[in-house]
């Protein structure tokens, strides 16, 4: 388990560099991280933090945060551009963008510091039931996210309410996706793992005594 999650705090820390890289003329290496991570995120601006710049986020007028520069003032247009919001990371002026979303950020680090935390509690946390887990990881997560679809496409009916999240609800649902996600599946793979080592103990404990009950026959053979 202390393996996964040094991997998951790896895999999270990584799209942290990519502003630094950014910032310090190495453009080339922050690109590199970036298409790596485009893979697993939408990477889009309006959703995602800033590092070096005037605010840590821009959101969506949509989103009805104040004291904040919006994505739309950021681009000087009232339309947004999917492709466009993923493909800027930003500048000198706004900051550089982290490679991976808020929500992201707060999946992958909340699993990873879960991790830790099963470890340290000497991998005794029982493991959360599936019903708990749909009820406090998917169905938060599910719905934050879904209900912001409409607000990235048109055509759809009147009666269909129109919404941005937030930092704040993205954050707090990709936590309790993650912290529940691992809650789930650190003490099933830990049980897993434990009958595995149990059967492989057993198994070496007949080949051992096996081989030292035909021992003394093979000797006797030699003689």
């Not at 840590?56 to 339309?79: F, G, H, M, R």
């Amino acid at each position: 388990m202390i393996i996964l999650s040094v991997l998951l705090s790896i895999f999270i820390a990584l799209p942290f560099f990519s502003p630094v890289l950014e910032k310090t003329g190495h453009s080339a290496s922050a690109n590199i991280i970036y298409k790596v991570y485009r893979v697993v995120c939408y990477q889009l601006a309006f959703r995602s933090f800033f590092i070096f710049g005037e605010q840590p986020i821009y959101p969506c007028e949509l989103a009805n945060i104040d004291n904040l520069i919006t994505y739309e003032q950021v681009t000087n247009s009232d339309v947004i551009d999917l492709e466009y919001a993923r493909d800027w990371i930003g500048d000198t002026y706004y900051g550089y963008k982290v490679a991976i979303c808020e929500r992201d950020v707060a999946i992958y680090g909340s699993l990873a510091l879960f991790g830790f935390l099963f470890q340290l509690s000497g991998k005794k946390i029982k493991q959360l039931p599936w019903y708990l887990w749909f009820i406090i990881a998917l169905i938060p997560i599910g719905l934050d996210g879904v209900s912001q679809i409409p607000s990235l496409s048109g055509g759809w009916p009147d009666w269909v309410p129109v919404r941005e999240s937030t930092p704040f609800w993205r954050l707090l649902t990709g936590s309790l996706f993650g912290v529940g996600t691992g809650w789930f599946m650190y003490p099933m793979m830990e049980e897993s793992m434990k009958e595995t080592r149990i059967t492989l103990h057993r198994k070496f404990a007949i080949i051992k005594k096996i081989n030292q009950s035909t021992k003394p026959v093979s000797d006797e053979t030699n003689r």
